[in-house]
């Protein structure tokens, strides 16, 4: 919990105290957020309007919420970040609704962040790392399609163009094993050779950084999770996967002519409901040279009814 959660729930109580004249004010959930805006309305000299600190479970001398449904209360402080939505509805089914509803005060964001117990699990640091960076969420996209792909029984190979060092593809096949997609192989292309020579004005992305030649090494990290490797140039090796059903790709080639030469058999071979996930169609401006792999996206998949939702780098096969 922030000080700037705590700061902005003390500035918009002390607004909305004032704006409904409220009478009394229940504080929930034990934060250092409540503490601050308790501190905030007696400094202000409105102790006597404070009914008290109410939490679910009931901690730290605070009391259980269903005290409140037999007190009368016209305002709610909630003073969780990340659980204001868990709060607030264990507060309704403790209380129930009123024939007039308390006003509410809420601040920060921190609820929309990704949140899923196995991704937080699965996403502990590993001794290879991923370096799927070139776009904020692709790791939470990632899981995502995959858990969606589980829930609906979906089969086919999971494959990254672009392998590296293998921690994404490793981190792949662990979140494969964990959601019950054994019988999907999770397959890794690079050339482990550095970026091949520019084949298009579209190819524009190199970088030192990127080479890893150590193909052994790589192999003696992913096999124990199950992963097979394809070595050499994608814009060949990518016909290795003909006649396999795909059910995630993900392309993190960061140039345009490996992306394009393997996009039209991913796209063919993929299995409705399946995804194909870019690192650099909704990147960051320090990839704005993977333009390339972006071109290439949007060139094939949207022409072929794929949904992609904007900014997400995910093209899903609906039909
Ligand atoms: C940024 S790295 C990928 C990072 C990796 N996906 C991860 O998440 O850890 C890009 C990789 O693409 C590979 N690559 C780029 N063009 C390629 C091509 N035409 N054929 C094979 N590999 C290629 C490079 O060798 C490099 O390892």
């Given at each position: 919990?922030?000080?700037?959660f705590?700061?902005?729930?003390v500035q918009?109580?002390?607004?909305r105290v004032?704006?409904?004249?409220?009478?009394?004010?229940a504080?929930i959930g034990?934060?250092p957020?409540?503490?601050a805006?308790?501190h905030a309305l007696r400094?202000?000299g409105?102790?006597?309007r404070?009914l008290?600190t109410?939490?679910?479970?009931a901690?730290?001398?605070?009391?259980?919420l269903?005290?409140?449904?037999?007190?009368?209360?016209d305002?709610?402080?909630?003073?969780h970040?990340a659980?204001?939505?868990?709060i607030?509805?264990?507060?309704?089914?403790?209380?129930?609704e009123?024939?007039?509803?308390?006003?509410?005060?809420?601040?920060?964001?921190?609820h929309?962040?990704?949140?899923?117990p196995d991704f937080e699990?699965l996403?502990?640091?590993a001794?290879?790392?991923s370096?799927?960076?070139?776009?904020?969420h692709?790791h939470e996209?990632?899981?995502?399609c995959l858990?969606a792909?589980?829930a609906?029984?979906?089969?086919?190979?999971i494959?990254?163009?672009g392998a590296?060092?293998g921690g994404?593809?490793a981190?792949l096949a662990?979140?494969?094993?964990?959601l019950?997609?054994?019988?999907?192989?999770v397959i890794?292309?690079?050339?482990w050779?550095?970026?091949?020579?520019r084949?298009?004005?579209?190819d524009?992305y190199e970088h030192p950084?990127?080479v890893?030649?150590?193909l052994?090494?790589?192999?003696a990290y992913?096999?124990?999770f199950g992963?097979q490797?394809?070595?050499?140039?994608?814009t060949?090796?990518?016909?290795?996967?003909?006649g396999?059903p795909l059910l995630?790709c993900f392309f993190?080639?960061?140039?345009?002519?490996?992306?394009?030469a393997?996009?039209?058999l991913c796209?063919?071979q993929?299995?409705v409901?399946g995804?194909?996930?870019?690192?650099?169609?909704?990147t960051?401006?320090?990839?704005?040279?993977?333009?390339?792999e972006?071109i290439?996206?949007?060139e094939l998949?949207p022409p072929l009814g794929?949904?992609h939702?904007?900014?997400?780098?995910v093209?899903t096969k609906?039909a």
């Amino acid at each position: 919990m922030s000080d700037v959660f705590a700061h902005s729930l003390v500035q918009r109580t002390l607004q909305r105290v004032t704006a409904v004249d409220a009478q009394q004010i229940a504080l929930i959930g034990f934060t250092p957020a409540t503490l601050a805006v308790d501190h905030a309305l007696r400094e202000a000299g409105l102790e006597n309007r404070i009914l008290g600190t109410y939490d679910e479970p009931a901690a730290g001398g605070c009391r259980p919420l269903t005290d409140l449904r037999d007190q009368p209360h016209d305002l709610l402080i909630i003073g969780h970040d990340a659980n204001k939505a868990a709060i607030l509805s264990a507060y309704r089914s403790a209380v129930g609704e009123r024939p007039s509803p308390p006003a509410v005060v809420l601040a920060g964001t921190a609820h929309l962040d990704y949140h899923d117990p196995d991704f937080e699990m699965l996403n502990a640091p590993a001794l290879v790392p991923s370096y799927a960076t070139g776009s904020p969420h692709t790791h939470e996209h990632l899981f995502q399609c995959l858990q969606a792909a589980a829930a609906h029984d979906l089969r086919g190979a999971i494959v990254e163009f672009g392998a590296f060092k293998g921690g994404t593809t490793a981190w792949l096949a662990r979140v494969a094993t964990h959601l019950g997609l054994t019988d999907s192989p999770v397959i890794g292309f690079d050339s482990w050779a550095g970026f091949p020579p520019r084949r298009s004005v579209l190819d524009l992305y190199e970088h030192p950084r990127c080479v890893f030649t150590d193909l052994d090494a790589v192999r003696a990290y992913t096999e124990p999770f199950g992963v097979q490797l394809v070595a050499g140039d994608i814009t060949n090796t990518y016909l290795q996967l003909a006649g396999r059903p795909l059910l995630l790709c993900f392309f993190d080639t960061d140039n345009y002519s490996p992306a394009r030469a393997a996009l039209e058999l991913c796209a063919e071979q993929l299995v409705v409901g399946g995804s194909i996930v870019f690192d650099h169609v909704a990147t960051t401006p320090d990839y704005v040279d993977t333009l390339g792999e972006r071109i290439a996206a949007y060139e094939l998949l949207p022409p072929l009814g794929f949904l992609h939702l904007h900014r997400t780098g995910v093209f899903t096969k609906i039909a």
